[in-house]
């Protein structure tokens, strides 16, 4: 079964970091647009981060911007989620997220929608105190 398996995540007080990263099992997705969503208590699941399958474009949602980083590695795989100067709003279950396609380009806001996505992760916790 293919599967999205994101790690990093953790406890930290505000205004720290932590980097979370994605990688895939079963099949590469090194040619997949790649993107980061996160789940608050109680809220609805919201679009963080999205990345080009190139890597030559990012997305982001206004209150990280500045804040978070993604990036990718696409001969190793992997996706990260650089989060800085974090605060106790951003305390979420963390998903990353791969299209279906391969070597395909969207229209900008297409990013920010979770029915881009097809493949899941299981989640990882960040919990920022204050």
């Known amino acids: 079964q293919v599967q999205l398996i994101e790690s990093g995540g953790g406890l930290v007080q505000a205004g720290g970091s932590l980097r979370l990263s994605c990688v895939g099992s079963?099949?590469?997705?090194?040619?997949?647009?790649m993107g980061w969503f996160r789940r608050a208590p109680g809220k609805e699941r919201e679009f963080v981060a999205a990345?080009?399958?190139?890597?030559?474009?990012?997305y982001y949602r206004e209150s990280v911007k500045g804040r978070f980083t993604i990036s990718r590695d696409n001969a190793k795989d992997t996706v990260w989620l650089e989060m800085n100067s974090l605060k106790p709003e951003d305390t979420a279950v963390y998903y990353c997220?791969?299209?279906?396609?391969?070597?395909?380009?969207?229209?900008?806001?297409?990013?920010?929608?979770?029915?881009?996505?097809?493949?899941w992760g299981q989640g990882t916790q960040v919990t920022v105190s204050s």
């Open positions: 997220a791969a299209d279906r396609n391969q070597g395909r380009t969207y229209t900008a806001n297409q990013y920010y929608r979770p029915g881009l996505y097809y493949y």
């Open positions: 079963e099949r590469t997705f090194s040619r997949n647009v």
């Open positions: 990345i080009s399958w190139s890597g030559g474009t990012t």
